[in-house]
């Protein structure tokens, strides 16, 4: 019996057609070409963490309605609640590709200040890796790696490679062009974070509002009006 799970590309379509745009209209807002948009949504080309940041920022919506139902999808809670998702061993959505296998988490809550995803990495050379998604992945923001199982060899376009055993990480700055290769036999996977570059966060301006404040001289406090006494009557002599 074929699957009735809906695919990333059939959801990216499906917000397409909800707000109303067509394929060269969204090549408009993105950058991306109408034939690769049109692959895209068929599932004929691999769909990567850039692709799905610049469908984002061009739809206007959040990267988890291209991942996941938008009817189950749950926005944030009212100040001072909270919300939750758990996910079993082997739940997320898949997206599927020849040079990873990426397991997005969380795909359900939207408006998240990161993208935690799981990769099996499956490319062993830069050329392996080119011939996918045509150069070295980069997208706004920073993003860290933790590798799980087997070895994997980090590309980037400032840096030599790093090989990244089991227990390895690495944080950098995902601007920069970069690359994750298989480096050894058995499955090689890693966890990852991509937290798009908005500014500072909440608490980080928080602390620098009150540090400015600190540093800026106290305003000075008014002088206290003198209380004018009446003249005491001379006495008689």
Do not use: W
């Not at 809550?109 to 499956?122: D, G, S, Y």
């Amino acid at each position: 019996m074929a699957s009735t799970i809906p695919t990333p590309g059939e959801h990216i379509r499906s917000v397409r057609k909800r707000l109303g745009l067509t394929l060269s209209q969204v090549g408009e807002r993105t950058g991306l070409a109408v034939s690769t948009l049109s692959k895209l949504e068929k599932g004929n080309v691999s769909l990567s963490y850039d692709k799905l940041m610049l469908l984002s920022r061009g739809l206007g919506v959040d990267m988890a309605e291209l991942l996941h139902d938008a009817h189950g999808s749950t926005r944030p809670a009212p100040s001072g609640g909270g919300r939750r998702v758990v996910h079993r061993a082997g739940d997320g959505q898949v997206v599927d590709t020849q040079s990873y296998k990426q397991t997005y988490l969380a795909s359900e809550l939207l408006n998240k200040r990161f993208t935690p995803l799981i990769a099996e990495v499956r490319a062993r050379t830069l050329d392996e890796f080119k011939a996918e998604f045509g150069d070295l992945i980069r997208h706004p923001g920073e993003e860290f790696a933790f590798v799980i199982e087997g070895e994997v060899v980090f590309h980037s376009e400032l840096y030599a490679p790093v090989t990244l055993k089991a227990g390895d990480s690495i944080f950098f700055d995902s601007e920069m062009g970069h690359a994750y290769l298989k480096a050894s036999e058995g499955t090689c996977r890693l966890v990852a974070t991509c937290a798009p570059r908005n500014g500072q966060d909440e608490m980080t301006q928080h602390f620098l509002e009150v540090s400015q404040r600190h540093a800026a001289p106290a305003p000075q406090p008014a002088a206290p009006a003198k209380s004018v006494r009446p003249a005491a009557k001379a006495r008689r002599r």
